[in-house]
Nanobody, 124 residues
Framework: QVQLVESGGGLVQAGGSLRLDCAASGGTFSNNGMGWFRQAPGKEREFVAA????????NYVDSVKGRFTISRDNAKNTVYLQMNSLKVDDTAVYYC?????????????????WGQGTQVTVSS
C-alpha cells in the first residue's frame, strides 16, 4: 500500500511561486508514474502534470505549460511541483497521485493511490 503526503501549499500573491512536495512511502517509488491534480471549489478534479517513473517523460495541461515543472527524486521517494507565475485561477486543492503505470498519465482513473491534498490559494 502506497501512502502519499503532500506539503508546501499556502497563500501567495499572483505572480509568485510555490513548490509542492509529495513524499511517498509503503512501496517502491521508482515503480510508479506520478501525477498532480487539482480541484477548485465547484469544479471537477483536473489533471495538472505527470511524470513517468524514470523521470524521462513529463506531461502538462496546457494552462500550466511554461509555468509549472514536475520533477522527481527517486532516491528521496519524492515528487515535486514547482509553480511559478501563479494566477488566481490556479487556486485549488492540489493532490498527488501514484500509478502502477510507467507512463506520465493524464487520466485520474488510471491512478491507484492519492494523497490527502494541499490547499493553494493565489490572491490578486
Amino acid at each position: 500500500q502506497v501512502q502519499l503526503v503532500e506539503s508546501g501549499g499556502g497563500l501567495v500573491q499572483a505572480g509568485g511561486s510555490l513548490r509542492l512536495d509529495c513524499a511517498a512511502s509503503g512501496g517502491t517509488f521508482s515503480n510508479n508514474g506520478m501525477g498532480w491534480f487539482r480541484q477548485a471549489p465547484g469544479k471537477e478534479r483536473e489533471f495538472v502534470a505527470a511524470i513517468s517513473r524514470s523521470g524521462a517523460t513529463t506531461n502538462y495541461v496546457d494552462s500550466v505549460k511554461g509555468r509549472f515543472t514536475i520533477s522527481r527524486d527517486n532516491a528521496k521517494n519524492t515528487v515535486y511541483l514547482q509553480m511559478n507565475s501563479l494566477k488566481v485561477d490556479d487556486t485549488a486543492v492540489y493532490y498527488c497521485a501514484a500509478s502502477w503505470s510507467r507512463f506520465a498519465l493524464n487520466v485520474a482513473d488510471r491512478y491507484d493511490y492519492w494523497g490527502q491534498g494541499t490547499q493553494v490559494t493565489v490572491s490578486s
